[in-house]
């Protein structure tokens, strides 16, 4: 499962989260914080994690979208694993790569890309999944993520102008199983579709005990 969220963060928060992150100062080799795979074709720059403007920006983002209604319905989070400021300059890319299956001993069930950078002011720079039916290229205005498994392939392609910031994080879902996850959000849609009336009172119910008993079955 993969989907964007337009508007993960409100606009008050974003410009607060671009002051707070444009600093060069608070970044270091993104090679730091790399898996040894990945450490060999990572190069780009992370802010430092416990910098206080850093903590402020990251309890910001994990609030918001361990609130946002779509992330509850598709991801069922449990916990952040982690969440990393990145920035890549002209020259700068991440290539093919798959992330850690745990980070700061957490399982990594969801990844996502929350892009802080306006699109028009780089060049390069998209986030690129590798799928078994072709290659998502991702690129979308600040303030929107792109959510998918973290399970799958993928890199940034080089930047070859600009400055391109973001927000990468993972998160352990309550459901195991990605098929399961699946079925909950379907069932979950389901009843976000069926209109709450007298008509649809005995279906909305017979969804509501099968969402609760997949619930019990499947959830951590």
Known sequence: MAFFIENAIDNHSLLAIQDAVADKSLYQDGKLTAGKTARE????????????????????IAAALDAHPL?????????????IISR???GMEY?????????????????FTLFLSDPDTYSGGELEIHKSDGVDHVKLPAGSAYVYSADTIHRVTPVTSGVRIA????IQSKVRLATHRQTLFDVNEALELLPRNEENAAARLNLLKVKSNLERLWCD
Do not use: M
């Open 95 to 111: 290539g093919a790569h798959i992330d850690e299956a745990f980070i700061d001993s957490t399982r990594t069930d969801i990844a």
């Open 71 to 83: 992330i509850k319905r598709a991801v069922y989070p449990k916990q952040f694993a982690k969440i």
């Open 41 to 60: 074709v990572k190069l780009n720059l992370q802010a430092d994690p416990n910098a206080a403007a850093i903590v402020g920006v990251k309890q910001k």
């Open 88 to 90: 890549y300059q002209a």
């Open 167 to 170: 927000a990468v994080g993972w």
